[in-house]
């Protein structure tokens, strides 16, 4: 069946389409979502709430990139988009800490435990993403997508709807700023 087919069973609201769907993208967003959330509960809600997404707006994909283009899109804005709440909510209740309000606990780092990584391997993984999640957002999306998703400059150009010489200028953004982080982070804790 091709692409095209599938879609409009898709918009028919064809049960066994989305089943199919959910099937195949299933591990790719929720490994989107995880990269970025870096919380396995958390991207399995953001998860779900990408396909509810798709399953809603399905009939407003106009086609003019691959279907696995516009779900990395929705995973990766609905991802943000959870972020940002998250973060408010964090202000919010360090606020309320200041004022004596509530009993919110000062932010303590989300202890990361990645599935893929080996036992060995998890502490320097924990340092890595901690780093990453310091990069600004739109560098911290494209280097995941490249260096979790393996995807090509031009499909990253592609999902975030950029050039492919912004995707170079992000990576090597990213990069520049890994190594700041890391390089402090060592100075700090081995000198």
């Not at 993403?129 to 090509?152: D, M, W």
């Amino acid at each position: 069946m091709s692409e095209t087919e599938f879609i409009h069973l898709l918009r028919r609201r064809d049960e066994q389409a989305f089943q199919q769907l959910i099937v195949e993208q299933r591990s790719r967003v929720f490994n989107t979502c995880f990269n970025i959330l870096q919380s396995i509960e958390d991207g399995e809600d953001v998860c779900q709430d990408v396909f509810i997404e798709i399953f809603q707006s399905i009939s407003k994909f106009k086609g003019d990139s691959q279907l696995s283009t516009w779900i990395y899109r929705i995973a990766i804005t609905k991802s943000l988009e959870f972020l940002r709440k998250k973060n408010r909510k964090k202000r919010f209740g360090f606020f309320q800490s200041l004022t004596g309000q509530g009993d919110y606990e000062l932010n303590q780092p989300a202890n990361f435990d990645h599935p893929g990584i080996q036992l060995e391997n998890k502490e320097l993984s924990r340092i890595l993403f901690a780093a990453i999640e310091k990069l600004p957002e739109r560098q911290k999306v494209a280097f995941l997508l490249n260096k979790t998703e393996n995807l090509s400059y031009s499909e990253i150009a592609e999902v975030l709807e950029i050039s492919v010489s912004s995707v170079e200028s992000l990576l090597f953004r990213a990069k520049q700023g890994l190594q700041k982080i890391l390089n402090t982070y060592y100075e700090n804790n081995f000198k």
